[in-house]
């Protein structure tokens, strides 16, 4: 009995303390629990929020439209138009879920199954939570997807906006294009509010006018459930559109230097009011649609656009040798000097020998003086003209007129400042000392010696207006423009000079009454072994000068009085269509 009253409170004596092992183990339990509750809240609370934040909350971003190129008149040169592209949310399409989803989207839409697993695998989430597929989409695709949208979880069609040009190719080297963001770029790029899915200006003035033209972002924030349904809007943030751009350019000006370069290969024509430097027209030829890099272009566009004859390259801002057109330089340097007047003579041949070294002339015209040489473009009389004056005065006078450096444009970057190689240049890039051959070559704008069609524009604007430099400009601006001082009897020879080429020189298909009065000059550019360059250079009405216009043939062959006046003549009937009976009463 002793021995089992004793087992007994044994027994007893181990229950009465397992409450207590097992109270102590609950409140072990939940003191850890509770330490990690609070370590999260405290330690980690922020972090935590914000996850379960990005779990429930989307921000669907809301395209800026972008602003517009306009020409002078208000014709819209650029604009925006709306597509539609087709999108996954990685998050709901695992990847167990995507063959189906692949097969249903490459059937409803008529899509490349291929392209859509190539695209999930090298999409980027571009918005934060979606990968584009395919895009822009049909009005037939956006519709068939819409009628099978809930079956087709996990996927979505947005709306995007790309740039659009209606007028395709025309102008397209001076409006440039717009193309997507790269990664690199967003790195750069993101604090000043671009985002991955932009589009940013490359060229032209689509690039030069970015800030101005681009607009900003605005957006939606959503709060969605688990399947991605959209639960409530948390907040609405309006997209602002971005800021038209007026240019100077004229519609329909354009129109005409784009069909006049038709009759080339390649070249450039520059059209501009010589009193406020007024860009009215740029073209360049070959030219290129801007509108296949709203889209991005395929292979085979990439490889036109990439092709020798270099379709990309705005020619009428690269330097090409000016032939007789830089005659008028000449002319300037002499008069100028003080080595010649207005009522100088001098010898014209046939041929003309200096230094062991004989030159040809396609006349002999006897002594003559500026006005007659520049009318008939006498070699000779500039040969003999640029070795009297030197070449340091031929120089100074080129670079007074603004050759050999950018014109002020905006397209700087797109801008060659030319070369005028004097003997400075031939010491130090070639090493050679300065013979009387480089003299004469120079005089007569071949040698070392390149100009752009802008910088010709200039120089005949600064004719035209009675000696003032203007800053070329293709957006409204305030008028910029330097007195360069030339004497008045200098302008007086050279305005009747240049009136004279069109009337009995080497320019007469100009002297048409169905035209106002035109001044200007020619010139045929050597390029060997390729065909020769055609040059005009000249301005109407002779005696108040509303237009600059500057048309040249790369390697075109034949004379500027062949190709490249006929391109002018083209321009001038379309600027003066509407003014002409005014200009002759």
């Avoid at 609950?26 to 330490?35: E, K, P, R, S």
């Avoid at 230094?355 to 003086?369: K, T």
Wanted: hydrophobic share 40%; with cysteine; proline share 6%.
């Amino acid at each position: 009995m002793a021995a089992g009253h004793l087992h007994g409170q044994a027994r007893h004596a181990g229950m009465r303390h397992q409450p207590a092992w097992l109270l102590g183990l609950i409140v072990l339990v939940l003191g850890a629990m509770g330490a990690r509750l609070v370590w999260l809240q405290l330690a980690q609370g922020a972090e935590n929020k914000l996850l379960a934040d990005q779990n429930r909350i989307r921000l669907l971003p809301r395209h800026p439209m972008r602003g517009r190129l306009l020409d002078r008149n208000g014709q819209v040169l650029a604009s925006s138009r709306l597509t539609y592209n087709l999108y996954i949310q990685p998050r709901l399409v695992d990847d167990a879920a995507w063959p189906s989803l692949r097969v249903q989207l490459a059937a409803l839409l008529a899509l490349d199954p291929a392209q859509l697993d190539a695209k999930r695998k090298d999409g980027r989430a571009v918005d934060g939570f979606r990968v584009e597929l395919a895009g822009p989409l049909s009005t037939e695709q956006v519709l068939r997807f819409r009628e099978q949208a809930e079956s087709l979880k996990g996927a979505d069609v947005d709306v995007d906006v790309l740039r659009a040009y209606p007028h395709g190719r025309l102008g397209a080297h001076v409006l440039g294009y717009t193309s997507s963001i790269t990664e690199e770029e967003y790195k750069e790029l993101s604090e000043t509010g671009y985002r991955l899915q932009d589009r940013i200006g490359r060229t032209g003035l689509e690039r030069v006018y970015e800030n101005h033209l681009r607009g900003e972002w605005g957006g939606q924030q959503l709060e969605v459930n688990a399947d991605g349904q959209v639960q409530r809007v948390l907040g609405d943030k309006p997209s602002r559109a971005g800021n038209d751009l007026r240019l100077t350019l004229d519609l329909e000006l354009q129109k005409a230097a784009e069909k006049a370069l038709s009759g080339v290969s390649k070249g450039a024509i520059v059209a501009m009011d010589p009193q406020t430097g007024a860009i009215r027209a740029m073209a360049s030829r070959p030219n290129f649609d801007p509108n296949i890099f709203s889209e991005g272009p395929t292979t085979a566009q990439w490889n036109e656009l990439n092709r020798p004859e270099a379709p990309m390259l705005n020619r009428a801002l690269r330097g090409f040798p000016p032939a007789s057109t830089f005659k008028v330089i000449t002319a300037i340097a002499g008069l100028e000097s003080g080595l010649f007047n207005p009522a100088s003579t001098i010898l014209t041949s046939g041929s003309f020998c200096y230094d062991g070294q004989c030159y040809a002339d396609h006349g002999s015209f006897g002594s003559i003086g500026f006005r007659l040489a520049m009318a008939v473009s006498s070699n000779s009389f500039f040969y003999r003209l640029g070795l009297k004056t030197g070449p340091d005065e031929l120089f100074r006078a080129a670079r007074r007129l603004g050759y050999g450096s950018l014109t002020g444009v905006e397209l700087k970057g797109e801008e060659s400042p030319g070369l005028l190689g004097d003997p400075a240049w031939k010491r130090q890039v070639l090493d050679e000392p300065w013979t009387s051959v480089d003299t004469i070559t120079s005089s007569i704008g071949q040698g070392a010696v390149t100009v752009t069609p802008l910088q010709m524009a200039r120089l005949y604007a600064a004719i035209a207006n009675g000696g003032w430099l203007v800053t070329p400009h293709l957006a409204e601006r305030p008028v910029e423009r330097r007195w360069i001082g030339l004497k008045p009897s200098t302008l007086k020879v050279l305005r009747e000079g240049l009136r004279d080429a069109v009337t009995s020189g080497t320019a007469t298909l100009l002297n048409d009454p169905s035209l106002p009065a035109v001044a200007g000059k020619t010139g045929t550019a050597e390029d060997p072994p390729r065909p020769d360059h055609a040059w005009f250079g000249g301005y109407a009405p002779a005696g108040k000068p509303n237009l600059v216009i500057i048309a040249f043939g790369e390697n075109s062959g034949g004379y500027g009085g062949t190709v490249a006046a006929p391109m002018v003549k083209a321009l001038l009937t379309t600027w003066f269509r509407d003014t002409l009976p005014q200009l002759r009463n």
